[in-house]
T-cell receptor, first 115, second 112 residues
């Protein structure tokens, strides 16, 4: 079945630094990828929709300059948390929509801790 | 923004019992999906029900959809300790087919 690889699974960084999270579709092409954020014991909040070759569409309240999204190819989207602060600590999950209509496939998530 | 509200927020049952989770949503949908998430992990797709379907089964899972009430339910029969997880409904909203919006989730605990 469709597989999405998300890397890294865990990252700890210092305040003020930037962190890049990668999301790859391994065996299918995904023109659209999605980035979610999840706080402990809470649901997934959609942050942005990433379309290959074009600018990402951000949900209301999500800072574009803070969360940079790049979708340079049909199999890779990246989320960069810039100038990270402790309040950015969260679980980030990506998802890819299969062109073949097999639905949404989710990555295993990245636990970001900013100290 | 979140589309769905789920209840209960938390549910504790004994092995062998059935677990029912409910989801209500706000706008027209193409389909509704249920996902499972073990603590700190990614999501596992359980089942998808289309807007023109009313009921669907998959193993011990039974999902219903009532579009007039904008609600869905997930029933897990003969629960097992391994079913302990959070369960989320997610709607593929009608006005934008490329967006999956999640409900608030139900944390299920199944005691051996």
């Amino acid at each position: 079945g469709a597989v999405v690889s998300q890397h890294p699974s865990r990252v700890i960084c210092k305040s003020g630094t930037s962190v890049k999270i990668e999301c790859r579709s391994l065996d299918f092409q995904a023109t659209t990828m999605f980035w979610y954020r999840q706080f402990p014991k809470k649901s997934l909040m959609l942050m942005a929709t990433s379309n290959e070759g074009s600018k990402a569409t951000y949900e209301q309240g999500v800072e574009k300059d803070k969360f940079l999204i790049n979708h340079a190819s049909l199999t890779l989207s990246t989320l960069t948390v810039t100038s990270a602060h402790p309040e950015d600590s969260s679980f980030y999950i990506c998802s890819a929509r299969d062109l073949g209509g097999r639905g949404y496939t989710f990555g295993s998530g990245t636990r970001l801790t900013v100290v | 923004s979140q589309q769905g509200e789920e209840d209960p927020q938390a549910l504790s049952i004994q092995e062998g019992e059935n677990a029912t989770m409910n989801c209500s949503y706000k706008t027209s949908i193409n389909n509704l999906q249920w996902y499972r998430q073990n603590s700190g992990r990614g999501l596992v797709h359980l089942i998808l029900i289309r807007s023109n379907e009313r009921e669907k089964h998959s193993g011990r899972l039974r999902v219903t959809l009532d579009t007039s009430k904008k609600s869905s339910s997930l029933l897990i029969t003969a629960s097992r300790a391994a079913d302990t997880a959070s369960y989320f409904c997610a709607t593929d909203v009608y006005y934008n087919t490329d967006k999956l919006i999640f409900g608030t989730g139900t944390r299920l605990q199944v005691f051996p």
